[in-house]
T-cell receptor
Framework: GAGVSQSPSNKVTEKGKDVELRCDPISGHTALYWYRQSLGQGLEFLIYFQGNSAPDKSGLPSDRFSAERTGGSVSTLTIQRTQQEDSAVYLC????????????FGPGTRLTVL | DAKTTQPTSMDCAEGRAANLPCNHSTISGNEYVYWYRQIHSQGPQYIIHGLKNNETNEMASLIITEDRKSSTLILPHATLRDTAVYYCIVRVFNAGNNRKLIWGLGTSLAVNP
């Protein structure tokens, strides 16, 4: 079956522009996570959605970052007024539900802010 | 969340067992140990997890010490495709909490022919 997909795979933008990153989780998965990974680093948690519950936004680094998940499926991560330090790979993962042990990751979106 | 410590890099000969250690000396009683790996330019892949008993699946075995302060991931017959960064993660298993995983820098495993 289809795994987690993300688009675009690569995004190059200029400092100060807004960007939107998209994640399509595995069908039927109620939990969705966003992480980012800077070069040579581990993953940094950003935000978590679980069903219709209020998302856990505790990992968002600033108010320039926001995310939504419409209809309990597709999610969009938006970065406003991008900065060079936002350059990273943004990874999305989904799991069957909050109690699941395994998170399934997408291939990521590589964001480069010039 | 408990902190994990792993060697930065390791080498292993193809066909041999790869033993990847992880220290988690501050682990709490209800915290599980998870292992993921990340092959270059791909998203991470779940390998295995455990609480206190040793675990085995089709990919690997997980050996957790009796005091739970350390664990070892064993790839019994490493292949070139096992070359990846391996992350040891400790996270609370609690139905009231989400599953955000706190990632370290991992161990870069190179499997050599």
């Amino acid at each position: 079956g289809a795994g987690v997909s993300q688009s675009p795979s690569n995004k190059v933008t200029e400092k100060g522009k807004d960007v939107e990153l998209r994640c399509d989780p595995i069908s039927g998965h109620t939990a969705l996570y966003w992480y980012r990974q800077s070069l040579g680093q581990g993953l940094e948690f950003l935000i978590y959605f679980q069903g219709n519950s209020a998302p856990d936004k505790s990992g968002l680094p600033s108010d320039r970052f926001s995310a939504e998940r419409t209809g309990g499926s597709v999610s969009t991560l938006t970065i406003q007024r991008t900065q060079q330090e936002d350059s990273a790979v943004y990874l999305c993962a989904s799991s069957l539900d909050r109690g699941s042990n395994e998170q399934f990751f997408g291939p990521g979106t590589r964001l480069t802010v010039l | 969340d408990a902190k994990t410590t792993q060697p930065t890099s390791m080498d292993c000969a193809e066909g041999r067992a790869a033993n990847l250690p992880c220290n988690h000396s501050t682990i709490s009683g209800n915290e599980y140990v998870y292992w993921y790996r990340q092959i270059h330019s791909q998203g991470p892949q779940y390998i295995i997890h455990g609480l206190k008993n040793n675990e085995t699946n089709e990919m690997a075995s997980l050996i957790i010490t009796e005091d739970r302060k350390s664990s070892t991931l064993i790839l019994p017959h490493a292949t070139l495709r096992d070359t990846a960064v391996y992350y040891c993660i400790v996270r609370v298993f609690n139905a009231g909490n989400n599953r955000k995983l706190i990632w370290g820098l991992g161990t870069s495993l190179a499997v050599n022919p």
